[in-house]
């Protein structure tokens, strides 16, 4: 079976004595371990991008999540801010309408003391007029007539009750 003049054999011992001194020299172990170590390492870098992958998904929902009550927040700004324009605008139209009743009325005062003096202005004229009407009729009157003392009495009372 061993024939030690066939080079067959000798490849055969010569791998048994290969496999020996690898073994006795614990190459085996050493390289199980180190496929041992490197399959640690690539479990605990797995372990890790699981982890950031964890932390990042975290990470994104807060964002949404800020991102939502952020729009929520905006959403409520501008409610009140168009209600505030509301409540200004009302406020705004409400003045002006009492600018403008206030204005109307001052206006209304205005023309209604030019009025009374335009009135008062016409029947002083009136009364003026009439007076001086009547002081020329009178005066014409007596100087065709006798002088009476009684009647230039009277003239004289009525000149300082209308003037």
Known sequence: MFNLAEAETWVRIAL???????????????VWGSLGDTGKAVRAEL???????????DLLNAIKAQRVAAEQKAR??????????????????????????????LAERKIAQAEAKATADVKAAA???ATQLAE??????????????????AIGQIQGTLN
Do not use: H, N, W, Y
């Not at 048994?16 to 050493?30: S, T």
């Not at 372990?47 to 998904?57: L, Y």
């Not at 007596?142 to 009684?150: C, H, L, Q």
């Open 16 to 30: 048994v004595v290969f496999f020996l001194i690898l073994i006795v020299a614990k190459v085996p172990g050493k």
């Open 47 to 57: 372990d890790e991008a699981v982890r950031i992958r964890q932390e990042a998904t």
């Open 76 to 105: 409520e700004l501008i409610a009140l801010a168009e209600e505030e324009a509301a409540r200004l605008a009302k406020e705004a139209r409400e003045k002006l309408a009492d600018s403008i009743q206030r204005r109307e009325e």
């Open 127 to 129: 009364a003026d007029l």
């Open 136 to 153: 020329t009729i009178l005066a014409d009157r007596t100087a065709k007539m006798t002088s009476d003392a009684s009647v230039d009495t």
